[in-house]
């Protein structure tokens, strides 16, 4: 590893960390200001009426009632770098079990809504730019730009209706049958209900991909190796296979890599519209519960793999061009991008 190479990693993982401290800052104050009473939102008024003070004071002090924001945020942040993130005050376990248990489902999902988006994607946009101009570039554009301006929520639940409800084909919700222990479920019923969802996440990542692969596609198409080749007479999809695929593949998998913050944020609608018991509707219940620190420790660890993901992307493109290597380390740790002139 040369020592520019070298010097950029590190300055990416002391971005890294204050990276996380400031969004660990960030999402707690925001948090804090949040108007749900936690008493309220968890106990319900009427029971809060029938009972004591003191009953009262036991509970503001276990849901942090009354203790300035700042003070918990110092008493979280200690536990934090000591690898401790806190008791879900929701689920009264450790956040790190709450959070290993909610991710196996979630990782699953969101994987194979990656790989589908990105296969997906990455074939639509070869087709369009090959076919540049012609019926399939048109409907692929098309269903692109309408896809585009489809929110997440929304297609899930016309999936939803249609493929669980209209036609009974999958299930309607959760990750497991319904009175059924996670332990007892087969790899069957997980694939069944993770199907629906899985495949509302990946869709909605498919139209970046295939746009920018369409383009990447005509630039190739149009350059003059391509040219040449033909020349040779080489044509159809052995010339694309050959010779255009080599250069769209790292630029495809990099904006894959970097799509994974959409990931997120997509999976936590589409958790919540089928019941799915993953990392983003444990997020959603946190919020709504104010269960601070299980809010905070899926914050964390969502940023860590964001961040994780797009470190990925640009080593991807530093183990491919020299000349980004040496532009990393003479440039502050940023990489520049260059084209193939």
Request: charged share 15%; net charge positive; aromatic share 10%.
């Amino acid at each position: 590893m040369s020592k520019s190479t070298a010097g950029y990693i590190g300055k990416r993982l002391a971005r890294f960390w204050l990276y996380l401290a400031a969004v660990s800052v960030m999402a707690f104050f925001l948090v804090s200001l949040s108007p749900v009473d936690p008493l309220k939102s968890n106990v319900g008024q009427a029971a809060l009426g029938s009972m004591s003070q003191e009953q009262i004071k036991r509970l503001e002090a276990y849901w942090g009632v009354g203790i300035p924001a700042g003070r918990r945020f110092l008493n979280w942040l200690g536990g934090a770098v000591r690898g401790e993130l806190g008791v879900s005050l929701l689920y009264r376990r450790p956040v790190l079990d709450v959070i290993r248990e909610k991710a196996a489902s979630s990782l699953w999902l969101m994987a194979s809504a990656w790989a589908l988006s990105g296969g997906l994607g990455f074939l639509l946009g070869v087709i369009s730019g090959v076919k540049r101009g012609k019926w399939q570039d048109r409907l692929i554009t098309a269903w692109c730009m309408a896809a585009a301006g489809m929110p997440a929520f929304w297609l899930a639940m016309m999936l939803l209706m249609l493929l669980a409800v209209r036609f009974p084909i999958f299930p309607i919700g959760f990750s497991v049958p319904v009175g059924m222990a996670a332990a007892e479920a087969t790899l069957a019923d997980r694939l069944s209900h993770a199907f629906l969802p899985a495949l509302t996440l990946g869709l909605t990542g498919v139209p970046n991909m295939a746009m920018h692969t369409r383009s990447k596609m005509i630039e190739v198409m149009e350059s003059d190796y391509i040219c040449y080749a033909r020349a040779r007479g080489e044509q159809g999809w052995r010339l694309i296979r050959r010779h255009g695929l080599r250069g769209l593949l790292l630029p495809a998998i990099t904006l894959q890599f970097g799509s994974i913050s959409e990931m997120f944020g997509g999976s936590v609608l589409v958790e919540e519209v089928f019941s799915y018991p993953g990392l983003g509707q444990a997020a959603v219940t946190a919020g709504l519960g104010s269960d601070v620190p299980l809010l905070m420790g899926i914050t964390l660890i969502s940023a860590a793999l964001v961040f994780a993901g797009n470190f990925a992307a640009d080593l991807l493109y530093l183990a491919a061009d020299p000349r980004m290597r040496a532009d990393a380390g003479r440039k502050g740790g940023r990489l520049h991008v260059h084209d193939g002139s």
